[in-house]
């Protein structure tokens, strides 16, 4: 099910045939050092993160990272959206493409097309980012979407700081 669209980017509900992209990004270099490596090694650990992770979380409430692919051929690239962590008062907006893919503006056309969604159709007040502190790319993109960096968090004993970038609507 297609959630939205912009000029080059169609950005749809992940299925479970989606399996094999969604390994490939979840091995992606930059996602295990940025993200977090989730140990997911094959296909079917790819199905179940699917179905676990943005599935399910689309039937709880009502977002979740979604397949951003190109309209024209429908090439996966990656994946953006909207999290609800427990660890997190806020929604979060999250992204990651495939590196073959980058300094394509594919990341800040979908990552704006989330952010709008998030606020108008939504009615979120308040859209948060978490960031590794050494992740620039990421960072830049955060802060051309409007968000400002307002603290270090933890989120999980033992794991490293990251941080916590905001953007209020309501203000």
Known sequence: MKILDTERL?????????APFVLELLNEPS??????????????????????G??????RHGFSL????????????????LIKRDTLD????????????WGRGYAY???AAVMDYGRHTLGLERIVAIVSPGNERSIKLLESLGLRYQDRIRMKDGEGDTCLYVRDFAA
């Open 66 to 81: 979604y397949l951003t692919e190109l309209k024209e051929d429908r090439t996966p690239l990656g994946m953006c959206g």
């Open 31 to 52: 996602w295990k050092r940025f993200i977090g490596d989730r140990g997911i090694r094959t296909v079917e650990g790819a199905r179940d993160y699917i179905v676990d």
């Open 90 to 101: 806020d929604v979060d907006i999250g992204f990651a493409f495939l590196a073959r893919h």
């Open 109 to 111: 056309e979908a990552a």
């Open 10 to 18: 169609s950005l749809r509900l992940l299925r479970a045939d989606d």
């Open 54 to 59: 943005p599935l399910a979380m689309q039937e």
